[in-house]
């Protein structure tokens, strides 16, 4: 075997460092969540608890991409909170096409025939969670759900919605970012382009964090709440894994009061 002389010289990490690298990111972003947010995450907390507390749903809608993922994440999971409902609109999920998807996501008026389908109004409160914070389906969705009179929880990157040109084309029209819209945002700290790790002699940069972020900040809002909620002495149904003993049996306590009010279930 020969080597190129004029071959430039590059140290590629192997995975062990790679590891620690990407790691050691996610790490500190979440550090920073949870340094930074946690005001929000307790006002938030507190609004979800009231809804709770009044037997109404919290609604999520993660539209764009991997962002689905968010609401998911919360739906259904165990140690999830049962008034969770999440709008896993078919539209922007990657199982209908990685392209189609995007090409959604960037299409005006699809956000507000998501909410007016669901038949959220006054008194619902929607949890909004993006990546970015900026498509357009998202922001329709945001803005539709405003003028039917929900209170909004945000859940997006600031710094990327800020970075992002008014021209992206997959900005909404009227170019506003999903924190200038709701009623309250937490910050996911996801830097400009979501991938965080660069290897020499690699051109792109590889190793998405805003899946961690989004989980994070989701979970740490739920957990949240449910301690609002015992605060104030309410036990409330909470999902059990069905895998785990007794799960099915916990869970059935509850599944008719639910059923056919979240409409995922």
């Not at 140290?11 to 050691?24: H, K």
């Not at 140690?79 to 078919?90: K, N, P, T, W």
């Not at 990657?94 to 007016?116: D, F, H, K, N, W």
Request: a negative charge; proline letters at 5%.
């Amino acid at each position: 075997m020969t080597t190129d002389p004029t071959a430039p010289d590059l140290t590629v990490p192997d995975p062990a460092a790679l590891a620690s690298d990407y790691l050691g990111t996610v790490t500190d972003l979440m550090g920073r969540i949870r340094a930074e947010e946690e005001s929000a995450v307790s006002e938030a907390a507190g609004l979800l608890a009231d809804q709770i507390a009044q037997d109404r749903l919290i609604h999520v809608y993660g539209p764009g991409g991997h962002s689905n993922l968010a609401s998911q994440e919360v739906f259904f999971r165990a140690g999830g909170l049962m008034h969770v409902s999440a709008i896993l609109d078919e539209g922007t999920l990657l199982s209908g096409g990685a392209l189609r998807s995007m090409a959604i996501e960037r299409t005006p008026g699809y956000g507000r025939i998501v909410i007016e389908d669901n038949q959220l109004g006054e008194g619902d409160l929607l949890i909004l969670v993006n990546a970015y914070g900026i498509n357009t389906a998202l922001i329709d969705a945001a803005l539709t759900a405003k003028d039917r009179g929900c209170t909004l929880i945000g859940v997006s990157s600031r710094e990327h919605a800020d970075s992002t040109a008014p021209e992206h084309p997959a900005r909404h029209p009227s170019r506003q970012n999903l924190h200038d819209v709701v009623d309250l945002h937490i910050d996911t700290k996801v830097p400009v382009g979501d991938a965080v790790i660069g290897i020499d002699g690699v051109a792109e940069r590889t190793g998405a964090v805003s899946t961690f972020a989004n989980a994070f900040a989701m979970n740490w809002l739920m957990m949240s709440t449910v301690a609002a909620l015992a605060e104030r002495g309410i036990d409330p149904p909470i999902w059990r894994s069905g895998n785990a003993p007794g799960g099915d049996e916990a869970n059935g306590r509850f599944i008719e009061t639910f059923k056919g009010r979240v409409r995922s279930l």
